[in-house]
């Protein structure tokens, strides 16, 4: 605005005082009407320099108007021609005017032709063809042609065909039209191209060690100052030279694109929570260890010889005791910190959307969350498709939320995993379970009689099924073996399969090991299965996790193959209900499924409160009483996570307030009292000075942006700078040696040199799938 009244207000005063004159170098003008000066001139300033400066400055003055009205080169504009269009158009196109250009590359249209422009930018390509030579330069913004052809100057002809490929460049020239045969549609400056006047290097470059993608200039977007998205995996350098250098990489037009969609994604959701009452706070990057979750990342301190900051797996407990210090609503773009074996989809520190709320229910922070999830996901979630999509329920009510909600026990059932692909079908279906109650149990025990005929299944604890539709003809033996061999290193024995062909008019199995089935048992188990003619059928037996998860993992990989997930559709769902705890087996004691501070269901505290009485009164019974654990388990959290296409992009939960209960889950957890009070005390105590009822969730935003960027394969695709699989950073080659002064500041001192992988050695545990992502 402040811009066009500017403008607006030359045009106005042009005519009466009837300037004129031609451009010179705008570096010869009066100090103070330098372009950067001239920008934030106000209208009343440069009238009244206009009115009392000298007559340099009043030339100046008229001159700098009249640059827009005839630029050189350029015919004077035709008389009908409205005056004060043409000068908005040659005038800087918007903030992004500084002291060394007017415009940046891909802002210039064919409005702006006739306009005097200055740009600088990068040299993406010099070709010559033959007497013209064409440099096209590029800037996040965009890409623009400058022409520099048998009318330039000489010394401008010869210039140009020295510059090397990504030197930093500034050009000053007219914008013209290019010969309709050149205009090139698919690139935003294609009708375009500057003719030079003036080229300067403002830094030669060396040629690069990896070449840059060539696609960008057709595409990008100059409003919201996206680059294009061109699949740009034809760098052809590996990964690690990409690392090495990824200040090369980051001019790529798929990472910058990246980038800025996770700007746009980080301002939305500040601009929701910000409406919604939010307020952002910082938390400590310095703080002290929690025994719980991953390992920490430990900081040694100077002034406290022999004691250690961690760095925070998460804000959780500071945005805990904002609630409890009465702050209400808080969030924080909070990065986070985990020490532990990194795979493609990890990263050592990572970035959460991070909340908490004050009197809430968990209702409260999931319509809250659901409004998150859409700035996060706006992208990609049209309004339209959130209307149509019969699985997503229209928010109309205050009670309603817009994401199905799933339990997770359903979820194991049908799924096989606590955070489902529901792009597809494909359930697991339940034949058999030694649990009585699970199934209708006289039809599966029949079926459980007949498959043990069939194969060994004496010992299993389940059996369960998967019908993949109109599989039947295109799957061979060797596509049945390679599905096998992925369920066994699930830890299944194998895999029981038939194919569903039709006899009279009825589906039936004929052939696979299932064929063996006696013909009635064999047709009632494909009715029972809903198994249509073409079906593929796969059954698995054994211990009802191994089962379920590598049938989950089955029935996703089977998905993908055979193309039946729409990748341009994105399926939200909450789960709840998750048992607030479960069995670790490799320390053989209980742990959080979500995480310590998570509360049980409110109508299970009590029942906590009184298993806990009988830890409290035998110690070892934790160990020993089988019961004991067995009630523990069947408890269950007030905890939900959101899951995406099989994702888990976040998880939270209502929090104890009462010190009771959590210095009960505490000690369900193996905690003893003065460890308690050793490492939480301070959250006991502050639970018992008036803690609100509160509860709060975590996105994981790295995630999330991978999610919504179609040309992102990992999480080093939307991470400026990213490490690797080592945890290592390639280009400043962190982590790095230190000097011996600084180990003795800090009183640390060298036992042994060893070259082994930190990584490799005593690799922490791996949390359960539901907590892999999130951190306590
Ligand atoms: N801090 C939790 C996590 O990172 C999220 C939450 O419960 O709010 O998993």
Redesign the pocket.
């Known amino acids: 605005m402040k811009l066009l009244r500017t403008t607006c207000g030359f045009a106005f005063l042009a005519k009466p005082l009837g300037a004129s004159g031609v451009a010179r170098d705008v570096r010869n003008c009066p100090l103070r009407y330098q372009p950067w000066a001239f920008g934030r001139l106000s209208f009343s300033r440069c009238w009244l320099h206009f009115l009392t400066g000298n007559s340099g400055e009043r030339s100046f003055l008229a001159r700098r108007f009249e640059v827009a009205t005839h630029p050189v080169g350029a015919s004077r504009p035709q008389r009908k021609q409205p005056r004060s269009v043409k000068l908005l158009a040659c005038s800087a196109a918007s903030e992004t005017q500084t002291s060394l250009r007017t415009h940046v590359c891909g802002a210039l249209r064919s409005e702006h032709v006739g306009c005097t422009v200055t740009v600088c930018g990068w040299a993406h390509t010099i070709r010559d063809r033959g007497g013209v030579t064409f440099l096209l330069l590029r800037d996040r913004h965009g890409i623009v042609q400058v022409t520099i052809d048998a009318a330039s100057p000489e010394a401008l002809r010869t210039q140009v065909k020295t510059i090397r490929r990504e030197s930093v460049v500034r050009v000053r020239g007219t914008v013209r039209a290019r010969d309709p045969a050149n205009v090139n549609a698919s690139m935003p400056t294609g009708s375009v191209e500057i003719a030079a006047h003036v080229i300067e290097v403002l830094n030669r470059a060396d040629p690069l060690p990896l070449v840059l993608d060539m696609e960008r200039p057709e595409t990008g977007n100059t409003t919201t100052g996206r680059p294009g998205s061109g699949q740009l995996a034809t760098t052809g350098a590996s990964e690690e030279t990409r690392l090495r250098y990824r200040y090369l990489d980051l001019r790529r037009a798929s990472l910058q694109s990246a980038l800025i969609r996770r700007h746009e994604a980080t301002m939305a959701v500040r601009r929701v929570l910000d409406s919604l009452g939010f307020v952002e706070i910082e938390t400590p990057i310095l703080t002290r260890a929690t025994p719980e979750g991953a390992r920490d990342y430990l900081v040694p301190s100077r002034v406290h010889r022999g004691k250690w900051y961690a760095l925070p797996?998460?804000?959780?407990l500071y945005?805990q005791l904002l609630m409890i210090g009465g702050m209400d609503r808080y969030f924080q773009v909070a990065r986070?910190f985990r020490d532990e074996d990194l795979r493609q989809d990890r990263q050592p520190e990572f970035t959460?959307v991070?909340?908490?709320m004050s009197f809430v229910g968990a209702a409260d922070v999931m319509h809250t969350v659901e409004r998150v999830a859409e700035a996060l996901f706006s992208n990609v979630l049209s309004e339209q498709e959130l209307k149509n999509d019969e699985v997503l329920v229209r928010n109309t009510a205050r009670q309603g939320l817009r994401f199905p909600v799933m339990t997770y026990d359903d979820c194991m059932e049908r799924y096989g995993t606590d955070a489902p692909d529901l792009r597809f079908g494909l359930e697991l279906q339940p034949i058999w379970s030694a649990n009585q109650g699970e199934f209708n149990t006289a039809q599966h025990w029949h079926f459980f009689e007949a498959l043990c005929a069939v194969a060994p299944f004496r010992g299993a604890e389940t059996i369960r099924a998967l019908v993949v539709p109109g599989a039947a003809p295109h799957t061979s033996r060797k596509v049945i073996d390679d599905y096998t061999q992925f369920v066994k290193q699930l830890g299944l024995s194998g895999l029981l399969w038939g194919k569903i062909g039709s006899s009279d008019g009825r589906p039936t199995i004929n052939s696979g090991p299932l064929n063996k089935l006696e013909p009635t048992v064999a047709g009632q188990l494909v009715e029972q299965l809903g198994a249509r003619p073409d079906s593929l059928l796969l059954v698995a037996a054994g211990s009802r996790p191994v089962v379920l998860g590598s049938l989950g993992r089955l029935r996703v990989k089977i998905a993908k193959e055979r193309g039946f997930v729409d990748e341009t559709d994105y399926r939200f769902c909450w789960v709840v209900g998750f048992p607030l705890f479960a069995w670790d087996d490799e320390y053989n004691r209980l742990t959080s499924v979500?995480?310590p501070?998570?509360s049980p269901r409110e109508d299970q505290r009590d029942l906590l409160l009184t298993l806990v009485q009988r830890i409290r009164e035998k110690p070892d019974s934790l160990s020993k009483d089988a019961t004991l654990t067995q009630e523990l388990l069947k408890l269950r959290a007030e905890?939900y996570d959101l899951v995406c296409n099989g994702t888990e992009i976040?998880?939270?939960?209502i929090r104890i307030y009462d010190p009771a209960i959590q210095s009960a889950v505490l000690s369900v957890l193996a905690i003893s009292d003065e460890e308690q009070q050793a490492k939480f005390g301070f959250l006991l105590q502050a639970l018992r000075y008036g803690a609100p009822p509160h509860g709060?969730?975590?996105f994981g935003l790295d995630r999330c942006i991978l999610m919504t960027c179609a040309q992102a394969k990992s999480l080093r695709d939307v991470i400026a700078f990213p490490k690797t699989t080592s945890a290592s950073e390639l280009m400043t080659a962190a982590p790095s040696d230190v000097d011996e002064r600084q180990l003795a500041d800090l009183g640390i001192s060298r036992v042994a040199a060893h070259e082994e992988r930190i990584d490799q050695i005593d690799a922490p545990k791996v949390p359960q799938d539901s907590?892999e992502t999130?951190?306590?």
Do not use: I, N, R, Y
């Open positions: 797996q998460s804000p959780q945005k986070c959460q991070d909340l908490e979500h995480h501070f998570t905890a976040g998880g939270g939960s709060g969730f975590a907590q999130m951190p306590v």
